[in-house]
């Protein structure tokens, strides 16, 4: 087939139609009846408690990563000892949401999309239509609550963990003070700070869950197709993750001056 | 499974005589492929209307369309006397209520066991758990798989899928099922035992259905069947009777090239046609 620039334009602008169709759905679902409640629990613990592992050591390392790289840059100023501020700003304002964002979407994003492709290739969603129930509605909308519900908790474990980390290496190998870790991280923190790290992983889980399903839901073509959709998922969701972090730092930079 | 309980409002059109599906120069298309091509054809109360045809002939997508599962290019479709065109989603979900429908692959849901696959649609109700659980095990005893009832539909044979398919499909008394393929991909015998629970709901509760088939053999059995309530046997109908609720409509490459009974099919002097069922 010859490849035609209009219908190329015309697919994308198509699938930024359906993407945001799906998305505006599954919000408005929270406001109304009926509201699939077990279902949301399930992938609460689903997406929450199993992401625990990987957001935990991700963190962990991180911090103690960032911590023996911020030392030997301070050194030379002579400034070891604002390694805790370092580690504590890095991690709670950017390095903590966007990277649990990252490990829950690799995780997440494509386990949706597989899900929902999977049921998809094998008619299951047709046939939950057919028997009288809105796939937005029972697939959706749960993972997408279920997502930005649990996100906002696993980025904070993920900040604690990176600071422990931070904390745990400045300590064995730096031989710096613990209190003093603390203490300067500590002092560092303004609201700002803690707002913007807590606001991204909101538009992170949005992103995740309505990514995730809508690549899912538009699966076609058997096996290979579910296939194909996860990894379109995983891409987009990062992707897109990324993208929005920059826009929201900009915007929070704009707030709170910092 | 018992005899169906007809609604008021299914009652009134019951009465009204008019046709329980009705396609009006239906025409649809797929990245500018036509699959259906202005299909025209009526159903009526208590019918049952076999679709045959080559594969890639439309069927399933005629199948989709008669469930609002997919809006057609162009023309009008009617079930139970109203327009699909003109009923908003949450009409088209009730409109649901009143259809079952068995898919080509069963399309059971993987993470369900085969009591929450045929409960689905009661539990969707928030029908009362006790009188859900009488219902999936009538359901169950009617497609005779009452002992698969705690198992997943990976532990399945293709054949009990179907069969549990079908149980998910009429547990509702729905007044309109469809078949899509319901014998597909089965080897013969399993094929039979499928082909006399339709004839077998057929016969019992009389509902009118859709059903695509590519076995003529199937399509023949429904045709020439009937199911024995006395014996509870499916048998031969006697003097080579042909069961007059029965009828055909044969699909070609978007097209309908036939649309009459038994006796007309058989008789038929359409080169194509003769070809196809001989």
């Known amino acids: 087939m010859r490849f035609s620039p209009e219908a190329y334009a015309k697919s994308i602008v198509a699938s930024v139609q359906e993407y945001s169709l799906l998305s505006?759905?599954?919000?408005?679902?929270?406001?109304?009846r009926p509201r699939y409640m077990a279902d949301i629990f399930t992938q609460m613990d689903s997406i929450g408690v199993g992401s625990l592992p990987i957001v935990v050591l991700t963190g962990f390392f991180t911090g103690c990563v960032l911590a023996l790289q911020a030392a030997v840059s301070l050194k030379e100023f002579g400034a070891v000892n604002m390694t805790g501020e370092l580690v504590t700003l890095s991690m709670v304002k950017e390095l903590g949401p966007v990277l649990t964002g990252l490990m829950v979407s690799g995780r997440n994003a494509s386990g949706m999309a597989s899900e929902l492709g999977s049921m998809k290739v094998s008619e299951q969603i047709d046939a939950m239509r057919a028997l009288g129930t809105d796939p937005t509605r029972k697939l959706v909308t749960p993972r997408l609550v279920a997502t930005v519900f649990m996100l906002f908790f696993l980025t904070i474990i993920s900040d604690a963990c990176g600071i422990a980390g931070g904390a745990f290496v400045s300590v064995t190998l730096l031989k710096l003070n613990a209190a003093t870790f603390f203490h300067t991280g500590y002092m560092s923190l303004e609201h700002g700070d803690v707002i913007e790290g807590l606001v991204k992983p909101i538009f992170s889980g949005f992103?995740?869950?309505?990514?995730?399903?809508?690549?899912?839901?538009k699966t076609t073509g058997g096996t290979r197709g579910v296939g194909k959709s996860t990894t379109q998922a995983v891409v987009a969701s990062s992707v897109i993750i990324i993208l929005v972090d920059f826009l929201v730092t900009q915007a929070m930079i704009g707030l709170f001056g910092r | 499974m018992a005899e169906t309980v007809v609604s008021p409002e299914m009652e009134k059109f019951i009465a009204s005589g008019g046709p329980v599906v009705e396609f009006d120069d239906v025409s649809i298309g797929f990245e500018g492929h036509d699959v259906l091509s202005h299909v025209s054809f009526k159903v009526a109360y208590g019918e049952t209307r076999i679709l045959l045809g080559p594969a890639g002939g439309g069927k399933s997508v005629l199948m989709k369309l008669a469930n609002g599962l997919i809006e057609p290019d162009s023309g009008e479709i009617r079930i139970f006397g109203r327009s699909l065109r003109e009923m908003n989603e949450k009409e088209i979900f009730e409109?649901?209520?009143?259809?079952g429908m068995v898919f080509q692959e069963s399309a059971l849901f993987d993470s369900l066991n085969v009591e929450d696959n045929v409960a689905y649609r009661l539990?969707?109700?928030?029908?009362d758990p006790k009188e859900i659980r009488e219902r999936v095990l009538e359901a169950l005893r009617f497609v005779e798989l009452e002992h698969v009832i705690d198992k997943f539909p990976s532990e399945l044979s293709?054949?009990?899928?179907?069969r549990v398919s079908i149980a998910r499909a009429i547990i509702s008394d729905p007044d309109l099922i469809l078949y899509d393929s319901p014998t597909g991909g089965l080897d013969p015998i399993t094929s039979t035992t499928i082909m006399e629970l339709v004839i077998k709901q057929r016969d019992v509760s009389h509902t009118t259905c859709l059903l695509i088939t590519h076995r003529l053999q199937d399509a023949f059995t429904l045709a020439t069947h009937r199911f024995n309530v006395q014996d509870k046997k499916v048998e031969k109908i006697a003097d080579n009777g042909i069961d007059p609720s029965t009828k055909f409509l044969v699909l070609n490459e978007g097209k309908?090239?036939?649309?009459?009974t038994t006796l007309e099919l058989t008789h038929t002097k359409d080169p194509w046609l003769r070809e196809y069922i001989e």
């Open chain 2, 95 to 99: 409109m649901r209520a009143h259809v």
């Open chain 2, 123 to 127: 539990v969707e109700e928030k029908v």
């Open chain 2, 158 to 162: 293709g054949g009990m899928r179907r």
């Open chain 2, 256 to 260: 309908i090239v036939f649309d009459g």
């Open chain 1, 207 to 217: 992103i995740i869950a309505t990514i995730g399903c809508y690549y899912g839901l």
């Open chain 1, 24 to 32: 505006g759905r599954s919000l408005a679902n929270i406001f109304s």
